[in-house]
Nanobody, 123 residues
Framework: DVQLQASGGGLVQAGGSLRLSCAASGFTFDDYAIGWYRQAPGKEREGVSL????????WYADSVKGRFTISSDNAKNTVYLEMNSLKPEDTAVYYC????????????????WGQGTLVTVSS
């Protein structure tokens, strides 16, 4: 079975940091673009960051550039999202997502979704 197990969410004060993890299993990790979406209360889901072997650099949404860093440990089939300088507007459920094609991923056409982890940033 395919699984994307997200963890690491929690409550943090503005300006603080959190690291999210996404452990993948059931598919060939290296063949997929894997990253993070988020959905804030009352808002649409949006892409946050993506790692893809077809791209030389990670992709980041403008709202998180310079504050968030995505990385992976291929030996552990795990993707991380290091979130620094957190703002109240970063409050959302963060979902790990994987697709065979990075362009599809960026267009919300996702093969596999994780269950989400809640990040709450207090002001």
């Amino acid at each position: 079975d395919v699984q994307l197990q997200a963890s690491g969410g929690g409550l943090v004060q503005a300006g603080g940091s959190l690291r999210l993890s996404c452990a993948a299993s059931g598919f060939t990790f290296d063949d997929y673009a894997i990253g993070w979406y988020r959905q804030a209360p009352g808002k649409e889901r949006e892409g946050v960051s993506l790692l893809s072997s077809s791209a030389s650099n990670p992709w980041y949404a403008d709202s998180v550039k310079g504050r968030f860093t995505i990385s992976s440990d291929n030996a552990k089939n795990t993707v991380y999202l290091e979130m620094n300088s957190l703002k109240p507007e970063d409050t959302a459920v963060y979902y790990c997502a994987a697709d065979r094609d990075a362009n599809r991923w960026l267009m919300f056409e996702i093969d596999y979704w994780g269950q989400g982890t809640l990040v709450t940033v207090s002001s």
